[in-house]
Structures are given as structure tokens and as C-alpha cells.
Nanobody, 114 residues
Framework: VQLQASGGGLVQAGGSLRLSCAAS????????MGWYRQATGKQRELVAV???????SYADSVKGRFTISRDNAKNAVTLQMSSLKPEDTAVYYC?????????WGQGTLVTVSS
């Protein structure tokens, strides 16, 4: 399984960005897809995850601003980010968990200017 992420870029504070990630290959019928991020000098942290049937979990820092969704037919996950803050600046990684195996995308940089 390979993950291809896209959609990062530079945006002003208060703006919006949409990240997308598609998985190639078969990922079965039960998986967790999500987004993590890693800011310079910090550890990678969970941003949001979504389960096969649609239940979601978000980091407290992004609740109410970010929305994760998935398209099971396309093996894709999307992160809609709104009201972005400079502290959201990081490399964002797409993540897929299947049967205790974890896959990562290549990372896409999101930079929020003040």
C-alpha cells in the first residue's frame, strides 16, 4: 500500500486549506485513516482520524476548525482546515492503519503566516 498526499501550501492566518490523500492497493474493509503533523523541533502528533464507518476523533487543538472525511470507494481521506493559525504550521502526514500495520504518506508542508 502506498499513500499519496497533496494540498499543502502557504496561507495567511484565518485562511483555509484542503489536504487530500489516496491509498493505492487494496486496503480491505476495516481501516483507520488519518492525519498527523510534525512541526519543526517537535514530535509528530495526531491531528484527526476517521474509521471505516465514519466515526472521527480530533486533537483538541483543531476541534471546530478541521474536518476529516473519507471516501471508502476511492480509498481516500481529506482534511479540510479552516481558521488556520500560525501554530498549525507543520508537515502533515497521511496515515493508514490496517490490521495492526501502519502506512505513512510522504508528508506535505502547510505554512500559516501571521
Amino acid at each position: 500500500v502506498q499513500l499519496q498526499a497533496s494540498g499543502g501550501g502557504l496561507v495567511q492566518a484565518g485562511g483555509s486549506l484542503r489536504l487530500s490523500c489516496a491509498a493505492s492497493g487494496s486496503i480491505g474493509t476495516d481501516s483507520i485513516m488519518g492525519w498527523y503533523r510534525q512541526a519543526t523541533g517537535k514530535q509528530r502528533e495526531l491531528v484527526a482520524v476517521i474509521f471505516t464507518l465514519g466515526s472521527r476523533s480530533y486533537a483538541d487543538s483543531v476541534k471546530g476548525r478541521f474536518t476529516i472525511s473519507r471516501d471508502n470507494a476511492k480509498n481516500a481521506v481529506t482534511l479540510q482546515m479552516s481558521s488556520l493559525k500560525p501554530e498549525d504550521t507543520a508537515v502533515y502526514y497521511c496515515n493508514l492503519q490496517i490490521n495492526s500495520r501502519t502506512f505513512w504518506g510522504q508528508g506535505t508542508l502547510v505554512t500559516v503566516s501571521s
